[in-house]
């Protein structure tokens, strides 16, 4: 079964940055592309970030020139570099393939005060 472990979330002030990290099972990270989503009280779920196996990567717009994802293949870790954020960013945000599978993990809190 496919796991996937998120780290790095934090509480932060509003112009702030944080890493996320999501270590992911090797052969599953190694054949799927990958995603960052997020979930904030009271809201849907939602893709913030997706990288395909070869490294190419989209973001959403609300996001867009302050988020970076990445992937390290070796060492089946995924990351989301966040600069400049806001408090709109504060949610829970989980790693998972894109499209997401039914496993999900167990999360990373992120809070931006203001």
């Known amino acids: 079964q496919v796991q996937m472990l998120e780290s790095g979330g934090d509480s932060v002030q509003a112009g702030g940055s944080l890493r996320l990290s999501c270590a992911v099972s090797?052969?599953?990270?190694?054949?799927?592309?990958m995603g960052w989503y997020r979930e904030a009280p009271g809201k849907e779920r939602e893709l913030v970030a997706r990288?395909?196996?070869?490294?190419?990567?989209n973001y959403n717009d609300s996001v867009k020139g302050r988020f970076t994802i990445s992937r390290d293949n070796a060492g089946a870790t995924l990351y989301l570099q966040m600069d400049s954020l806001k408090p709109e960013d504060t949610a829970a945000y989980y790693c998972?393939?894109?499209?997401?599978?039914?496993?999900w993990g167990q999360g990373t809190q992120v809070t931006v005060s203001s």
């Open positions: 998972n393939s894109f499209p997401s599978t039914r496993t």
């Open positions: 090797r052969d599953f990270f190694k054949w799927n592309n």
């Open positions: 990288i395909t196996t070869s490294g190419r990567a």
